[in-house]
């Protein structure tokens, strides 16, 4: 039971509320057809509205180019009307200059006539003083010519003065430059003379190097062959020496031609060196003469000083 009355309950509640629904749809469709036709309406007067609007735009576009050329004229005209009033400013105050100047000059010219007025008694003063400064630089001129005079002269003696001095002057440098010239030539012979000198000294250096080179060479040489033969003499005495040992017959057979090879090995050798030892002695004496020659001629004033012969070459 309770649910038939729960259920029949619930089927009345939704026809009152279908009834609230559909009434409301009726008015909502009302209230939609009533838009539509407001609509509608509201469309022709936005359309009527814009045709007015772009009436409005072209009559709006209309009266600004009218209003721009009416503004350019304006324009125009208060240019012209300020240029007019410039014109008319300048004008009046070309005008208040020109009256200003005029009434300076006048005073000007009324204040000049009141001083030359005044001023004529100054003048003839002035006239008296400049008559006497007149006077006194006449007197001043003439004491000035003196002097000048006088200046005059003192120039010319002193240019006199002066041209004898430049004379004495060239004189002197002429005999200057003469003396000078003359030193020069004498430098250059002295100088060409110990160029000479020095050559001829260092070609005597050079040959006195090589000749003691020669002989250090040719002591060289006899020391070698001294000591060669010295060797050679041991040896053969080493030999002796054995050849006693071996036989005594035999050593003295064979002594006697050991000792004479060995004695004419000595008297050949003496006089061999003699030989060249003298030819030496007389190739140094004969430069040693020519080193002293050159060396008191390359020193005059040390004559009286001895000569080293054997003295290091520079």
């Excluded at 469309?43 to 735009?57: I, Y």
């Excluded at 004379?167 to 002295?190: H, P, Y």
């Excluded at 006089?271 to 008191?296: C, H, I, N, P």
Aim: aromatic content about 6%; some cysteine; charged content about 30%.
């Amino acid at each position: 039971m309770r649910r038939f009355f729960r259920a029949h309950s619930y089927s009345d509640e939704d026809n009152s509320q279908i009834q609230y629904l559909t009434a409301k749809c009726n008015r909502l469709t009302h209230e939609k057809v009533v838009l539509e036709r407001e609509c509608m309406g509201a469309r022709e007067r936005e359309r009527s509205l814009q045709n007015e609007l772009e009436a409005l735009s072209t009559q709006l576009c209309q009266q600004e180019q009218v209003n721009i050329d009416l503004m350019f004229k304006h324009d125009q005209m208060l240019g012209r009307v300020h240029h007019e009033q410039q014109r008319v400013h300048l004008v009046v105050e070309e005008s208040f200059r020109d009256a200003a100047l005029l009434g300076l000059q006048l005073e000007q010219v009324n204040s000049e006539l009141l001083h030359l007025q005044s001023s004529e008694v100054q003048l003839e003063g002035l006239v008296e003083e400049l008559h006497t400064e007149d006077l006194q630089r006449a007197a001043l001129t003439e004491d000035l010519h003196v002097q000048l005079h006088s200046k005059v002269l003192e120039l010319e003696e002193l240019q006199c003065g002066y041209a004898a001095n430049t004379q004495e002057l060239e004189e002197l440098r002429s005999a200057n430059q003469r003396k000078v010239q003359g030193l020069q030539r004498e430098n250059e012979c002295s100088l060409k003379k110990l160029q000479e000198t020095a050559e001829q000294f260092e070609w005597l250096c050079e040959q006195q190097r090589y000749w003691m080179c020669c002989v250090k060479r040719f002591k060289d040489c006899l020391s070698e062959e001294k000591d060669s033969l010295v060797q050679q003499v041991k040896r053969l005495e080493k030999e002796v020496a054995e050849l006693r040992k071996s036989s005594e017959s035999t050593t003295q057979m064979l002594c006697c031609p050991l000792e004479d090879t060995v004695s004419q090995h000595c008297d050949r050798m003496p006089s061999w060196e003699s030989g060249k030892m003298a030819d030496l002695q007389t190739q140094v004496d004969k430069w040693r003469k020519l080193y002293e020659d050159l060396f008191s001629q390359f020193t005059p004033h040390q004559g009286g000083h001895v000569v080293d012969g054997y003295q290091k070459p520079p």
